[in-house]
């Protein structure tokens, strides 16, 4: 039995899995790559709008890159991802690590999920805006990840075997959710 080496996390806007991803990473020792793997993704590939149109979760910016330049930033952010995990000690934030990760020898792959009303409610709390803001922003944000890992990996998002272990923290804390990844993490068998 060997430790995790490299943890991916998929998660749900206002599921938490940022603040366990950076309270995991802290117990651990890795580091954390979410938006920063994007932008240096994008550099790579020369294809800045490709980039910024993925970053733009709720399509508010209306930017469409051409085809190619899709595929540039998609195979940049495979290079990237494939490269951080080669390193090792890292958790992978979003990206469809999930899925460009699926056979690497020790990674540990995460979902955090959450129902729509409690996400909303911490989104809303969070972000100071109202209720149903947060509701339509949180929608919004399940649509465009769904519909990003559809059109680019042929993927479902949703689908449970991507995952070795999905967390649902309607009840549990940040905390709590970074000490069961954690727990994962150095039990994990390769």
Not at 30 to 43: H, M, P
Not at 148 to 158: C, E, P
């Amino acid at each position: 039995m060997s430790p995790a080496s490299v943890i991916t996390i998929s998660r749900q806007m206002g599921s938490l899995g940022c603040e366990a991803a950076s309270q995991a990473a802290s117990a651990l020792g890795f580091e954390v790559y979410q938006r920063e793997l994007i932008n240096q993704a994008a550099r790579l590939a020369g294809a800045p709008e490709a980039a910024l149109a993925e970053l733009d979760e709720l399509g508010l910016l209306g930017l469409r890159p051409t085809p190619e330049e899709t595929r540039a930033y998609l195979e940049a952010v495979r290079t990237v991802v494939t490269e951080l995990a080669q390193r090792g000690r890292v958790i992978i934030i979003g990206r469809a690590g999930q899925t460009i990760l699926q056979t690497f020898p020790g990674a540990l792959h995460v979902r955090m999920v959450a129902p729509l009303e409690i996400r909303a409610q911490r989104i809303a709390e969070q972000k100071h805006v109202s209720l149903p803001a947060a509701t339509a922003q949180a929608q919004a944000s399940d649509r465009n990840r769904k519909n990003y890992l559809r059109r680019n990996y042929q993927i479902r998002w949703d689908d449970p075997e991507l995952y070795d272990l999905t967390l649902n923290t309607a009840h549990l804390t940040a905390e709590a959710a970074a000490e069961i990844i954690c727990l994962a993490a150095r039990q994990y068998i390769c």
